[in-house]
């Protein structure tokens, strides 16, 4: 589930940056619109220069008409593919081409705006699709040059910026790169923005087949413990009615504490069946979150030795939910870590806050290093120096994340450090009916 949970995640990224691809080139199709009017405007009112400003103003209609339905159609994300980006480009080109023909053909300045969809082109599309468009363009050229109306405009180069055509050549130019440096930018973040979500995603792919790996072998490693710690338990509770140990109380409370740890062991081993899905026996309980809580961190007290330990569970509401093996691992782990790093003290806090369970575990230790934090819940980071260090916190990242929750750290400005578990209820809870039905 977690890699098809990826993949999907994975597909969505590109359709969200294909969205927003899509919705630049509306934007700039707007500016195109708009542009195209007042300089349709100016020269054939300004410069007194006749152009068919009814058959022209129809073309730049039907591109306005165009965008108000891209508009609509992409106003929510859908996917955007190569082939609908393309197309897009192509009615660009074909609109440009148009008002082209219309008002000079090749001899217009303005045509080295094809230059801009090009590049745009280049961007956005596949490379067969590019030179596909590459090819558009230059057919349009030289359709152009071929058929184009000729413009009552005098080719006065010579005369500087004062020659009209000059002055149009210039503001194409300056329409070219102002255009291509905003939208180009934009593009790039976007295309930047999925490069790093996907790498994100990966790693996430990297983490998640590295927590099956281990609990496979965690799963394998239960099934091996299980028939020495029966044993162990057979052998313990047969010496504890032998009478060398009933007379003596001092080894009667050593075996009564080693059939404890036992117990732990056994208890342990049973989580482990239970997060794989091979319950030995036991079931998943219904239960309510505050209740849960509560037996969660009275079992974990009873197992631990705490000098000090604070327990202020402020989530009022008893909403029903599954006593998940999982989900108590998690959050023992991140106890487990806070009382090693903080013998004398520590604390739990358990809120809701924005349709979450939200768990803050503090502690008063030496805190977190800096590169700690900044790769935090990565394997095998970890202060404690011994071979298998941090996977704990790594563990209870990938499952709250697979909650779609999230554990975040850091460190207090009077020392130690605070771990914060966010759970969506969504996520951890039942419907009542089906509470009630159970």
């Not at 202060?383 to 750290?409: D, E, M």
């Amino acid at each position: 589930m977690g890699t098809q949970s990826i993949i999907i995640d994975a597909a969505g990224v590109v359709n969200v940056t294909g969205h927003k691809n899509m919705l630049q080139l509306i934007q700039l199709r707007w500016i195109a619109v708009v542009g195209q009017f007042f300089t349709i405007g100016v020269v054939h009112f300004g410069f007194d220069i006749p152009l068919p400003i009814e058959t022209m103003l129809g073309v730049l209609a039907a591109l306005a008409v165009f965008n108000i339905a891209s508009t609509v159609r992409w106003r929510s994300p859908k996917e955007v593919t190569n082939r609908r980006l393309f197309v897009a480009l192509l009615v660009d080109v074909a609109t440009l081409t148009a008002q082209l023909y219309l008002s000079g053909g090749a001899s217009n300045p303005f045509v080295f705006l094809y230059l801009l969809q090009v590049n745009l082109g280049a961007v956005l599309l596949s490379p067969r699709a590019t030179w596909t468009l590459v090819g558009v363009t230059i057919a349009c050229f030289g359709g152009l040059a071929l058929y184009g109306r000729p413009l009552a405009l005098p080719l006065d180069q010579a005369g500087g910026l004062s020659s009209p055509y000059v002055q149009g050549m210039l503001i194409c130019f300056a329409l070219d790169g102002a255009l291509l440096v905003i939208f180009i930018t934009r593009i790039g973040g976007n295309l930047r923005e999925r490069d790093a979500r996907l790498a994100s995603l990966r790693q996430r792919a990297a983490e998640e087949e590295h927590v099956v790996r281990m609990g496979l072998l965690a799963s394998g490693a239960a099934h091996e413990l299980g028939t020495p710690l029966a044993t162990l338990a057979v052998i313990l509770g047969d010496w504890r009615r032998m009478s060398p140990f009933v007379a003596d109380h001092e080894l009667l409370q050593e075996l009564a504490e080693m059939q404890a740890q036992v117990q732990r062991c056994k208890t342990i081993v049973t989580g482990i069946l239970l997060s794989a899905g091979e319950a030995r026996g036991e079931s998943s309980v219904k239960t309510t979150v505050c209740t849960f809580l509560d037996e969660l961190i009275a079992e974990w007290r009873n197992t631990r030795s705490v000098q000090w330990f604070t327990y202020d569970n402020r989530f009022t509401d008893h909403l029903p939910m599954v006593s998940d093996s999982t989900v108590k691992q998690m959050i023992c782990n991140v106890l487990d870590n806070a009382l090693e790093a903080s013998p004398h003290w520590c604390c739990l806090e358990a809120t809701r806050a924005r349709g979450a369970l939200v768990i803050m575990v503090t502690d008063t230790g030496p805190g977190f290093a800096p590169e700690m934090l900044a790769q935090f819940g990565k394997p095998y980071q970890s202060s404690k120096g011994r071979p298998g260090g941090g996977l704990g916190l790594f563990l209870s990242l990938n499952v709250a994340r697979t909650l779609g929750g999230s554990v975040h750290a850091h460190n207090r400005a009077v020392g130690g450090a605070v771990v914060t578990i966010s759970l969506p209820l969504a996520a951890i809870t039942l419907e009542e009916d089906n509470f009630n039905e159970g």
